[in-house]
């Protein structure tokens, strides 16, 4: 397709100056052109299957350049051999224009093919290193790909509740005391496992779901902690379609009462909010306590929340974890809004 959209130019636009600029007749000038065109095709295919054959695109840039012009002179003068044959041989000639030897027109007839043939190589090799760049930027974006997907899925697959143990003691304690409590409790955890296990899979979830495995996870909790843990939300209705990485808030929620709650004698208060601010999806998780240098301890909530949030959101989400107060520390999560 190329060689003929290119050569049909070439003929094309010498018809056209024929016509309109053309001072003198030329006899038997579409005969003589359509030969020239035909040749062409042929001449430069040839050439392509040497430079293919050769891996003259494999080579080194210097290599390239010098079998590049070499090739191009070789194969214009047998542009210019078969043309001035077959015209010869035919009996063409223009009666009209200066009389020429065999040799002179050959080289003439050369030289005016060897521009021919080096704006053919020229988008040749142009459209080659082009493709070439492409395909390699491709791949590199597919290898970035792959790295990211692994590395989101080693984060993932450090997401695992770290409560299970004490978790199945409250529950143990529970089945005599309050064996309708404890089948609740079981089916909490159960959600919460599951939940965990589907993290792999999943890019995000809606952050209802997210919502539901954290409450399974606090009603848990408050069997532990009983009267020493109070929990409030303030959720706008509006963003539990949003979609947030699964099991990132129960991370926050898990740390919070590790971190904040359990530190406590007395206990405290874990508070979830979400809503739409300044155009951005903001979640806050609000708990009793203090980081007392758990900022500086490379924990692996914080850790695998901003890696998540970098992996998945390209830079365009926040995350900062601080001491808003002298009893409360508050984590923030700052989305993009999904339009859904």
Not at 168 to 192: F, G, M, W
Request: hydrophobic fraction near 45%.
């Amino acid at each position: 397709m190329c060689q003929l959209g290119g050569w049909g130019a070439n003929f094309a636009i010498s018809v056209f100056f024929y016509l309109t600029l053309s001072v003198r007749k030329i006899d038997d000038f579409f005969l003589l052109i359509s030969i020239g065109v035909l040749l062409g095709i042929l001449v430069s295919h040839l050439m392509r299957m040497v430079i293919k054959e050769y891996r003259f695109l494999a080579k080194p840039l210097q290599s390239q350049i010098t079998s590049f012009i070499v090739i191009t002179i070789l194969f214009a003068i047998i542009y210019a051999c078969a043309d001035v044959a077959i015209t010869r041989m035919l009996g063409l000639k223009d009666s009209n224009g200066p009389k020429i030897s065999l040799p002179n027109e050959i080289t003439r007839n050369a030289i005016n093919n060897f521009f021919l043939l080096l704006i053919w190589n020229l988008i040749y090799y142009t459209y080659h290193y082009v493709e070439r760049n492409r395909k390699q930027e491709v791949s590199t974006l597919r290898l970035q790909s792959m790295v990211k997907e692994l590395e989101l899925k080693t984060i993932k697959s450090h997401i695992n509740p770290h409560f299970i143990f004490n978790a199945l003691n409250s529950i143990r304690a529970l089945v005599d005391e309050n064996p309708a409590r404890a089948r609740t409790a079981i089916t909490e955890l159960s959600n919460i496992l599951r939940s965990s296990m589907q993290a792999e899979k999943l890019e995000t979830v809606p952050l209802e779901k997210e919502l539901n495995i954290v409450k399974d996870y606090l009603a848990l909790e408050k069997m532990r902690f009983e009267e020493r843990l109070n929990i409030e939300m303030d959720i706008d209705e509006h963003t539990l379609s949003q979609p947030v990485p699964p099991m990132m808030l129960q991370t926050l929620v898990e740390n919070a009462i590790k971190h904040g709650i359990s530190k406590k004698i007395s206990g405290g208060t874990i508070r979830i909010v979400s809503d739409y601010v300044g155009g951005h999806h903001e979640i806050l998780v609000q708990n009793s306590g203090q980081l007392n240098g758990y900022l500086n301890s490379d924990g692996f909530g914080i850790r695998s929340t901003q890696d998540r949030l970098n992996l998945l959101y390209q830079g365009k989400a926040k995350f900062d974890i601080k001491n808003l107060t002298s009893e409360i520390v508050e984590s923030r999560i700052i989305m993009p809004v999904s339009s859904l």
